[in-house]
């Protein structure tokens, strides 16, 4: 149908948050069948967090409320790891949301850690996590606006901001593309 489409040559090369705008954009003029823009879009955000995305992707593909068990699982980990790291953060998180704590810090970073051992419990390790866990904050802005883009599909606000949403989600994954699309 598209003879002409390079997107099947350069995708690959691509991260995933550079290729899921053009499978908008080749869904938005109808280039391939719905259904294969789906299935591709489906392969793209497995490799995401992304996984109430790809859930409702594949509710509207199959026409079904059933999801694939791989997909709940996936799922429940995903949730299960946001769970354990927002608890694990939350030493940190409690000492910086206290203003007067955090104007006790100093210039020194010898004399900060050793305060923050001895006042706080938050030792050299936890500050390392607490660095680790911010992909775990990155977790949680995707719920959120998985659940933004939700709303604004269910509200018909326009493809353009349910676009920018989505881009949003898929550029929060910062993780290298792996994704070999093999979709077209």
């Known amino acids: 149908m598209a003879t002409h489409d390079l997107t099947p040559r350069i995708a690959p090369n691509l991260d995933r948050h550079l290729v899921f705008p053009l ?3 080749l869904q938005e003029r109808q280039l391939y069948p719905d259904e294969q823009i789906l299935k591709a ?3 793209l955000l ?3 967090n992304m996984v109430d995305y790809a859930m ?3 509710k ?6 059933d999801v694939p068990q791989d997909m709940v699982e996936r799922r429940a980990e995903v949730v299960a790891r946001l769970k354990a790291l927002e608890e694990a953060a939350a030493p940190i998180v409690s000492f910086l949301q206290n203003a007067n704590a955090v104007q006790e810090l ?4 010898q004399y900060n850690l050793q305060m923050l051992n001895d006042r706080y419990q938050l030792q050299a390790v936890s500050i390392v996590e607490f660095c680790v866990i911010q992909k775990g904050k990155q977790m949680l802005k995707e719920v959120a606006l998985t659940t933004l883009a939700s709303i604004v599909k269910s509200t018909k606000l326009g493809i353009g901001l349910e676009l920018k949403v989505k881009l949003e989600l898929v550029h929060m994954e910062n993780e290298p593309n792996e994704l070999k699309p093999s979709f077209f």
């Open 23 to 25: 499978l908008e954009f």
């Open 46 to 48: 497995n490799k995401t």
């Open 56 to 58: 409702d992707i594949h």
């Open 60 to 65: 509207s593909l199959y026409h079904t409320e």
């Open 41 to 43: 879009k489906i392969e």
């Open 106 to 109: 100093r210039a020194d970073k």
